[in-house]
């Protein structure tokens, strides 16, 4: 599975304004809904289900990441949205940490393998320490667009 598969470029936000963590989840949610990925009746619940999800177990994977997600009944098909900080959000990271970059995975609850598929992708790539940085060296959405695309297209970049 490639980014471009499930990744609404449309959502992207190349400087999150949001500077705590359930703000950022607002903010990215509240992007996918913009961009026609969400119904606006679902917003609130899908709100509601990532920062519940995030309560239960951080999912600031370290390295200046974290990957909010969630499965839910509205979504039809795996959608994210990226959101890039540049001053950092404290999501309780592993390694303690601040967090510059949020993918947010909302994933239908009758499709579990396209989550994981999701998940693998995103987690492959991320280990990257090059991708990484240049991805939060991107100074707009269009610019992670491109960086995704090319990874997509050469995954070892």
């Given at each position: 599975?490639?980014?471009?598969?499930?990744?609404?470029?449309e959502?992207t936000i190349a400087?999150?304004?949001?500077?705590?963590r359930?703000?950022?989840?607002?903010?990215l949610?509240?992007?996918?809904?913009?961009?026609?990925?969400?119904?606006?009746t679902?917003?609130?619940e899908?709100i509601?289900?990532?920062?519940?999800?995030?309560?239960?177990?951080?999912?600031?994977m370290g390295?200046?990441?974290?990957?909010?997600?969630?499965?839910?009944?509205?979504?039809?098909?795996v959608i994210?949205?990226?959101g890039?900080?540049?001053?950092?959000i404290?999501?309780?990271?592993?390694?303690?940490?601040p967090?510059?970059?949020?993918i947010?995975l909302?994933?239908p609850v009758?499709?579990?393998?396209k989550h994981?598929q999701?998940?693998?992708?995103?987690?492959?790539?991320?280990q990257q320490e090059k991708?990484?940085?240049f991805?939060?060296q991107?100074?707009?959405?269009?610019d992670?667009e491109d960086?995704?695309r090319?990874?997509d297209e050469n995954?070892s970049l």
């Amino acid at each position: 599975m490639k980014f471009s598969d499930f990744v609404c470029f449309e959502a992207t936000i190349a400087e999150l304004q949001s500077s705590r963590r359930d703000d950022v989840i607002i903010e990215l949610v509240s992007s996918l809904e913009k961009a026609g990925q969400l119904k606006k009746t679902a917003k609130e619940e899908i709100i509601k289900a990532v920062i519940k999800r995030e309560n239960e177990a951080s999912t600031g994977m370290g390295k200046g990441i974290a990957l909010p997600h969630v499965k839910h009944p509205s979504v039809k098909d795996v959608i994210a949205a990226i959101g890039k900080s540049s001053i950092g959000i404290d999501f309780s990271a592993l390694d303690k940490q601040p967090v510059y970059l949020v993918i947010l995975l909302i994933s239908p609850v009758n499709n579990p393998d396209k989550h994981l598929q999701a998940m693998e992708n995103i987690f492959k790539v991320l280990q990257q320490e090059k991708f990484r940085k240049f991805l939060r060296q991107s100074r707009n959405a269009e610019d992670i667009e491109d960086l995704l695309r090319e990874i997509d297209e050469n995954p070892s970049l």
